[in-house]
């Protein structure tokens, strides 16, 4: 299977903004607890209860991630994990302020982890995006450090891992089920793939596109931001159609034909698939680059996110997790 370069918002100019902007996005938040996971593969002491900031060196550099663990998670029994990824110019601390992550976890007892990319940005390829695409940063090795070391740390169950992502970092969600075999499902919102994809490993997908994107167009070429994957900043945003994205999907994972059933502006594509897996696509008719639900952005932070005003016909969150809930890694897969 090969997909082409995908649509994206990838907009990585203006990545350095001062303290006053960043705290003007994500708002005031508790102080975090902050550590260092040791090198060499040794422990990290296990994180405590609430929102702690880690620091991770991967390929020579430190990274950084946020991570939110519930009081309701069980101690001792494997959790679920859900791997957050922000979209360009966008921040751990932000998604985990705008998207609801957190409420859902306290509720359900999981594990949810918010990276950092360099420079408010994801590699996914040489042409996208931004400065850690021009620096070859390898995203795809340091999420996976990520989770490796999450894994040592806290009873996380490897049949319950899941990655969701928007925009860029939608377009690394999907890098990461192409290229590696971590996580159970994806959730995917206003994004699509880019690259090479040829012989990926079947994986549960749910994505999320409004139809009206103009970022990460639903009908695939290239979209506002692109830029041709040149100059200091890379943006090649060239995917295909999303339906056509999704169809690539039904193909890895065997399944039926699909069932299409729509309620107000949202258009669900549902199909079951070989060993229990599912693959979906929501389409908003209505709606453009943005995380349906969401908190709304201060007008500064949409700017500057590159965001359209979020959909209210549905909560991405809970349609995400609950997709997760329902598609664990199958036995042996």
């Known amino acids: ?21 960043l705290a003007l996005l994500v708002g005031l938040t508790a102080p975090a607890a902050c550590t260092t996971d040791p090198a060499g593969g040794r422990s990290a002491p296990t994180p405590s209860v609430g929102t702690s900031e880690h620091t991770l060196s991967v390929d020579g550099r430190d990274r950084t991630y946020r991570l939110y663990r519930p009081a309701s998670a069980d101690p001792v029994r494997p959790v679920p994990l859900v ?4 979209g360009a110019a966008g921040t751990g601390e932000q998604a985990e302020e ?3 992550w957190t409420g859902a976890a306290d509720r359900d007892g999981f594990l949810v982890a918010f990276p950092n990319g360099l420079n408010r940005a994801w590699a996914v390829g040489p042409d996208c995006c931004g400065a850690p695409a021009r620096d070859g940063v390898d995203d795809v090795h340091f999420v996976t450090e990520l989770v490796a070391g999450l894994g040592r740390n806290l009873p996380v169950d490897p049949t319950r891992r899941y990655v969701t992502g928007i925009s860029n970092g939608g377009l690394l969600a999907y ?5 590696t075999t971590l996580f159970a499902a994806i959730g995917a919102v206003a994004t699509t793939s880019l690259g090479q994809c040829p012989s990926p490993a079947p994986t549960s997908v749910l994505h999320i596109h409004g139809r009206q994107d103009q970022t990460m167009p639903y009908d695939g070429g290239p979209g ?15 995917g295909p159609p999303t339906p056509e994205l999704v169809a690539r999907w039904r193909t890895v994972d065997g ?3 699909p069932t299409v059933t729509t309620a107000g502006t949202a258009t669900r594509t549902a199909a079951a698939c070989a060993q229990g897996r599912h693959v979906e696509l929501i389409t908003i008719a209505d709606a453009g680059h943005q995380w349906p639900g969401s908190r709304p952005n201060p007008p500064v932070a949409q700017k500057l996110l590159h965001l359209d005003p979020p959909s209210t016909a549905l909560k991405a969150t809970d349609t995400i997790w609950r997709f997760f809930q329902a598609n664990p890694k199958p036995a042996g897969g």
Not at 4 to 9: A, C, I, K, L
Not at 83 to 86: K, N, Q, T
Not at 175 to 179: A, I, K, Q, S, T
């Open 1 to 21: 299977m090969s997909f082409r370069n995908p649509p994206g918002p990838v907009r990585i100019a203006g990545a350095r903004r001062p303290a006053a902007m």
């Open 83 to 86: 791997v957050v990824l922000h």
């Open 98 to 100: 705008a998207y609801g």
């Open 175 to 179: 890098r990461l089920v192409c290229d």
């Open 224 to 238: 506002r931001r692109d830029n041709g994957g040149t100059g200091r900043n890379p943006v090649k945003i060239d």
């Open 255 to 257: 399944c039926a034909a």
